[in-house]
């Protein structure tokens, strides 16, 4: 049994701080010493950190009037550091502009960390820091990295099916099961929560029609991802999603992540026992990982997540707090 909550509601608007300038105009790109690296090398040698341009202060409606994500400013969580890893993939780029948007500390484990300034901007490092590694290599993971994290949304995938993503050994068993195994053996105990994406269908992967969507095996290792994080003694959520829509967005810039909408598909359906079969917006998925976060009861527990037309709980957390508790099976 499955729960919908199909809701309207308006954030309220405020005005972010003016954009900082460097003396030349032009954006720049430092590293310093710190978790991270160094273009003049190859490990973690040092930071990339970046300043320029804050969010702009407008708030940018959509076509139906509704306030997008822009619009809705949120007083700085400083408790929080989150750690968004597969922050330039479909989900991860939504769930980095919306934390950006809600002034909550994060930092970005990428393989490419210059790709984040394509994304996202210049950003003061004190809203967001930058650090490469690759969760399939183990030695990538160095513990500095994961030094004053209190949160983990790891958002890593690939194809389901032979594509160029699989290039440079891309593939289902590298990314979502070794990867995964990586970064959790890497994670310190002292976290707040980790918060998986994960897909509907894992536990029927040898099952119509989930065996056709498994035949280069995404669902087995996702579900092998999903157990070895849920042995591993850390508090957990996992959030499988159904078929991803809206985005991936390639016109790469903040803004345009900010104004993205789920159309008419913004009503969510939260399920347990993977009993959903569905399409999801990403935007939905991405808001599903930080709102799970921090409702307490959400600890150790497996969800599945659709969307479909109507209004939606947005980013209201009691809204998203009554979804997940009416959950069942």
Request: charged content about 25%; glycine content about 8%; hydrophobic content about 35%.
């Amino acid at each position: 049994m499955a729960t919908k909550l199909s809701l309207t509601f308006r954030f309220p608007v405020e005005k972010s701080p003016k954009p900082r300038k460097s003396k030349s105009g032009v954006p720049q790109l430092n590293c310093c010493n710190g978790y991270g690296f160094s273009k003049n090398n190859s490990g973690f040698k040092g930071q990339l950190s970046m300043k320029v341009n804050a969010v702009q202060d407008e708030a940018i409606q959509s076509s139906n009037s509704e306030t997008t994500l822009l619009s809705q400013t949120i007083p700085p969580s400083s408790s929080k550091l989150v750690l968004v890893v597969g922050a330039t993939g479909g989900v991860g780029q939504l769930v980095v502009a919306s934390l950006l948007n809600r002034n909550i500390k994060s930092r970005l484990l990428l393989r490419d960390p210059e790709k984040a300034i394509s994304l996202f901007g210049n950003q003061d490092e004190e809203k967001l820091q930058v650090v490469k590694g690759d969760t399939r290599n183990p030695a990538d993971l160095d513990p500095s990295i994961f030094e004053g994290v209190t949160h983990v949304i790891c958002c890593t995938g690939t194809t389901a099916f032979p594509s160029k993503r699989w290039d440079g050994d891309n593939t289902p068993e590298r990314v979502d099961w070794e990867g995964v195994r990586n970064l959790v053996s890497a994670l310190p105990s002292s976290l707040k929560r980790v918060v998986l994406v994960s897909s509907v269908g894992v536990t029927k992967f040898n099952e119509l029609p989930w065996s056709i969507m498994n035949i280069f095996g995404v669902l087995k290792y996702k579900k092998k991802g999903e157990d070895f994080l849920c042995e591993s003694g850390l508090p957990f959520t996992i959030i499988r999603a159904g078929r991803l829509t809206d985005g991936p967005y390639t016109s790469y810039d903040l803004n345009t992540l900010l104004k993205a909408t789920a159309g008419q598909r913004r009503a969510v359906v939260i399920g347990q026992g993977d009993n959903l079969v569905g399409e999801v917006s990403r935007l939905v998925v991405a808001e599903a990982c930080i709102q799970a976060m921090d409702i307490e009861f959400t600890e150790g527990k497996i969800y599945e997540i659709n969307s479909v037309e109507g209004e939606g709980p947005g980013t209201d957390p009691e809204k998203w707090e009554e979804l997940f508790k009416t959950a069942r099976a």
